[in-house]
């Protein structure tokens, strides 16, 4: 039976939702597959914003209607028999699950001890313990305690069990007072989270709903962002220009062209906030040679027409709230970043008793990764600050605390272009690789790097601004602890500055690379799929040391298996004998690494076929790390493994290089962006003492 944790509180607003995802998320790391359950969904007549939340979570593997127990009409017109439906529905759910995130109901929206005690039943019949989520908005702590307390006896009454309590939406100096209050005077582990106005700010698209309002300018796209600050345009345009704001949506009248123009001219200046939106209202378009001046400039800044008039529309727009969905990656982000910081994750799941399983799935992989990046954060620079899913990623990683990050572009498009998304780059360093402050320096110094090639400083300066090369040189001079490129630009682009400046590390003569392979229960190392076409013995011996080191920084124990067409001595041939001979180089090179070769792919991966064919093998049948004979075969069977299994196919990871770069595929998603951020950091802390850092310099910002 999966072990549950059911989240309650005594009052609506309380920020549950914020919680239930950083346990999905936490959850996720230490099972193979976790549930969410609402017991009593929040309308009838509109989905879930906090259920959908939770299953748009890469980790829960069911559908909306698996994940809600009954109506709010059901519990009205008859609460035992809802009760026994719950129970029913959520079992359903447990049996498939070895973990389940129990969502307590909030369909009155205020506080009321008949609701809170039904949670407590449900709890009870669930055999779920609770955590309370406490709204700590506005109270002392002493009040917070009060409240606790009350929560807590309702919870005994009906038999259910608290675990714990998380006291959310707390003023940021109050943390520490909550939580020795709290804690000191109920013996129970408390949490407290600081209050973040993003997480509750609408977007501009609810405005626009919220007054009525239609499209009139702007791109339909950046109606997504978000809003932190609504201003009434009645005033002359200076006097307004004066307290306009980051995210802000200026409320103005249809017929002021002057402040309407006024607020345009400010959002595309430099050094001036950038707005999220104007709304005009009173029914009145701006006239039509104001709008054809408007369409020429071609501004993306949304402009909402309404028919509302100035207090209807601010009124309209100041009571409307937003909430924490899938849909805004950036609020996401944050409600996992505040999660992790202030709630110890390793005492809640030792208190649910949730051991980690010996498996290791995709997802628990790739937290994995993140949580080691985090440990010791490296500094990496991404050269492509023009695409936006590196923005995207770039975000994501700062505010989860991945890495610190150098973004390579025209600082104030990229800038302005993060705004557009709604990203806080805040905390990026921004460089214009075409700075002849850089370009000079880079250029005496990779002039240094290739006289032997005939540079000459004229020649280096027309190279090194090109963004490859400028990363490249940044991690050699020691200002970035690694690079990661190739969204935009093709292999070559990213990996040739790095043959030519870092060069291989010592003892290996070759850089190769591997994909780290996440299948269902497990991750293998393939190598080498994407640099060395036709390796020779000497070669694929290189391939067979540093895939696996590669193993063993990313905690895979190395079982090294030479691939080839035959298994042990029954074949002959020029492929295999290359395979045999590099067999042979691993083991006088490194004996303490445990290696077979040549072998067949069946042979190294299951248990049976290698009981027959190398029965005293000590890697066959249970091989992580599998060195291909050539890259035609290497990467055939990664992209075959990868489509055909479902296998999540992390990489290509380089390897052999002096200091890590890595290179993306032009297809990469987010997350395969912040992976292989997390990789490279990963492989920067194994390059460097612990506790080193790269020299900090003046950067644009």
Known sequence: MARSIYLTSPEGDSGKSVVALGLVDLLSRSVQRVGVFRPVARSTKTRDYVLELLLAHDGVDLTYDECVGVTYEEVLADQEAALGKIVQRYHEVARRCDAVVVVGSDYTDVAGPTELAYNGRIAANLGAPVVLVVNGSGRTPEAIHQVVDIVVGAMRDEHAQVLAVTVNRCGPAALDAVKAEVEGGTGLPTFALPESPLLTAPTVRQLMEAVGGSLRAGDDELLSREVLDVLVGAMSVEHLLDRIADGAVVITPGDRSDVLLGLLMAHAAEGFPSLAGIILNGGFEPSPVVMRLIDGLGTRLPIITTSLGSFRSASAAASTRGHLSADSQLKVDTALALFEEHVDGTALLGALDVARPEVVTPLMFEYELLDRARADRKHIVLPEGNDDRILRAASTLLRRGVARLTILGEPAAIRTRATELGLDLADADLIDPHDPAWVERFAAEYTQIRAHKGMTVERAREIVPSVSYFG?????????????????????????????????????????????????????????????????????????????????????????????????????????????????????????????????????????????????SAVAGRATVFVFPDLNTGNNTYKAVQRSAGAIAVGPVLQGLNKPVNDLSRGALVQDIVNTVAITAIQAQADAPAGATTTSEAVVR
Do not use: N, W
């Open 472 to 616: 490249t040189m940044m991690v050699h001079l020691g200002l970035a602890d690694g690079m990661v490129s190739g969204a935009a630009h093709t292999t070559a682009h990213t990996i040739k500055p790095s043959f030519e400046i870092i060069k291989t590390a010592p003892g290996t003569s070759s850089v190769s690379s591997c994909f780290l392979m996440c299948l269902e229960d497990r991750v293998l190392v393939y190598a080498d799929c994407a640099v060395i076409p036709d390796p020779t013995a000497e070669q694929l011996a290189d391939i067979a040391i540093s895939s696996a080191a590669t193993a063993v920084q990313f905690g895979i124990e190395p079982r090294i298996a030479m691939l080839s067409y035959s298994t042990g001595a029954s074949g002959t041939g020029a492929d295999v004998d290359k395979v045999r001979a590099a067999t042979a180089l691993v083991r006088e090179r490194r004996p303490d690494l445990s290696v077979e070769g040549p072998i067949q792919y069946d042979a190294a991966v299951d248990a049976s076929v290698a009981q027959t064919k190398l029965p005293d």
